[in-house]
């Protein structure tokens, strides 16, 4: 079973970026689907960002054109996320998904 660890979260001022990483306890490229979902305090937890093994990609349309998911093929046990133009409403703990298994999830927080 595929065992992935969050990492990169942290405090930004709006409008500022972050870039997580999600490390797969295999190749990602052995994955059909990876997926960033995000949990903000009080709502359910919801789809940011999708990459299959073909390297097709989905985004939430709240994230579109300022997230963008992506792999590193030089090391390919890794999935990023890049945020950028970062809004208060994008506070949330994210957590990477493959093969039904979750990570802890790393905090992002969005300071006005």
């Known amino acids: 079973q595929v065992q992935v660890v969050e990492s990169g979260g942290g405090l930004v001022q709006a409008g500022g970026s972050l870039r997580l990483s999600c490390a797969a306890s295999r190749s990602i490229f052995s994955i059909n689907t990876m997926g960033w979902y995000r949990q903000a305090p009080g709502k359910q937890r919801e789809l940011v960002a999708l990459i299959t093994r073909g390297g097709s990609t989905t985004y939430a349309s709240s994230v579109e054109g300022r997230f963008t998911i992506s792999r590193d093929n030089a090391n390919k046990n890794t999935v990023y996320l890049q945020m950028n133009s970062l809004k208060t409403e994008d506070t949330a703990v994210y957590y990477c998904?493959?093969?039904?298994?979750w990570g802890q999830g790393t905090q992002v927080t969005v300071s006005s």
């Open positions: 998904k493959a093969e039904g298994v």
